[in-house]
T-cell receptor, first 115, second 110 residues
Framework: NAGVTQTPKFRVLKTGQSMTLLCAQD?????MYWYRQDPGMGLRLIHY???????AKGEVPDGYNVSRLKKQNFLLGLESAAPSQTSVYFC??????????????FGQGTRLTVV | DQQVKQNSPSLSVQEGRISILNCDYT??????FLWYKKYPAEGPTFLIS?????DKNEDGRFTVFLNKSAKHLSLHIVPSQPGDSAVYFC?????????FGAGTRLTVKP
């Protein structure tokens, strides 16, 4: 049982390059999330989705776009990478909304460095 | 602004003793609180949660206490084991938002 899988695990980008992070879950969860984790700060929500075909902005959405074309996949895109986007990115999914205490299942993370 | 604060970046305890991890929040609208544990090179995993209508929730060695008037919650681990060594994040949620603290690195020494 794979749970939540993120691809790739590591990536180095040059400023201005674009890339897409892929998140896949096999638990039939409705809710999916993208977070970033930076030193001295907690996980911050970038974008989330409450179901196939839907997306919404989180706490720090600027510079990112997302798509949820299939229920099991949630893609995070960086159109023009900046050094400030150097971070560890986590995808998560949940059966119900985490805002009502439902646990989220996290992927193993993607370490992105923008030089 | 950090609405959820974990003021202790690190904590070290002896195996078998109690670990107490603290978390403070500023938004009185938060009504669900969760703790996640994170090992290096892995994603966070859910540990325990509590609703604002309770002041205590227990699951095996883990107990979360909530003091709404003080806007404070704590996670107690008794007895602590070396395998509990990890970073612990608290999170607070309302209907529209969930915020995480910066985490506390717990080290349990054998």
């Amino acid at each position: 049982n794979a749970g939540v899988t993120q691809t790739p695990k590591f990536r180095v980008l040059k400023t201005g390059q674009s890339m897409t992070l892929l998140c896949a879950q096999d638990m039939n969860h409705e809710y999916m999330y993208w977070y970033r984790q930076d030193p001295g700060m907690g996980l911050r929500l970038i974008h989330y989705s409450v179901g196939e075909g839907t997306t919404a902005k989180g706490e720090v959405p600027d510079g990112y776009n997302v798509s949820r074309l299939k229920k099991q996949n949630f893609l995070l895109g960086l159109e023009s990478a900046a050094p400030s986007q150097t971070s560890v990115y986590f995808c998560a999914s949940s059966l119900g909304t985490v805002l009502r205490g439902t646990e989220a299942f996290f992927g193993q993370g993607t370490r992105l460095t923008v030089v | 602004d950090q609405q959820v604060k974990q003021n202790s970046p690190s904590l070290s305890v002896q195996e078998g003793r109690i670990s107490i991890l603290n978390c403070d929040y500023t938004n009185s609208m938060f009504d669900y609180f969760l703790w996640y544990k994170k090992y290096p090179a892995e994603g966070p995993t859910f540990l325990i949660s509590i609703s604002s209508i309770k002041d205590k929730n227990e699951d095996g060695r883990f107990t979360v206490f909530l003091n709404k008037s003080a806007k404070h919650l704590s996670l107690h681990i008794v007895p602590s084991q070396p395998g509990d060594s990890a970073v612990y994040f608290c999170a607070a949620a309302d209907n529209n938002d969930m915020r995480f603290g910066a985490g506390t690195r717990l080290t349990v020494k054998p």
